[in-house]
């Protein structure tokens, strides 16, 4: 709560963070498709910057290892990686806005 705020201000984040996860993620797979990764980088780079508010160390440390490796590795490594990933953060981001429902903001 000291680094966020108030009770408001911890659902003003959490909207964000559904909303960049709601477009980041198919955007990351799109990127991985195209043997982009260093476009899949940038959008991972942002991504890790919420890792504070993920609360899930194991999932932190995947996010800041795959951001790492989407620096310098190949596709078809950051495509694997990702692919298993990918289900920790669809399942972060449907948690997310589940929260958000339950608490809507005033």
């Given amino acids: 709560m000291e680094f966020i705020g108030d009770a408001n201000g911890v659902l003003s984040l959490l909207k964000t963070l559904q909303q ?4 980041d993620l198919p955007r ?3 990127l991985l498709n195209k043997d982009d990764v ?11 910057g919420f890792t504070p508010v ?15 490796l989407s620096k310098h590795g190949e596709p078809a490594e950051v495509r694997s990686a990702y692919g298993q ?7 972060l ?11 809507p903001t005033a």
């Fill in 20 to 23: 960049t996860l709601s477009t």
């Fill in 54 to 68: 993920f609360c899930v160390d194991s999932l932190v440390e995947r996010v800041v290892a795959l951001e790492q």
């Fill in 93 to 103: 981001r449907t948690e997310v806005a589940q929260h958000l429902a339950l608490n």
């Fill in 28 to 30: 990351i797979i799109e």
């Fill in 38 to 48: 260093h476009g899949a980088h940038r959008v991972l780079h942002q991504l890790k």
């Fill in 85 to 91: 990933l990918a289900p920790q953060l669809e399942q």
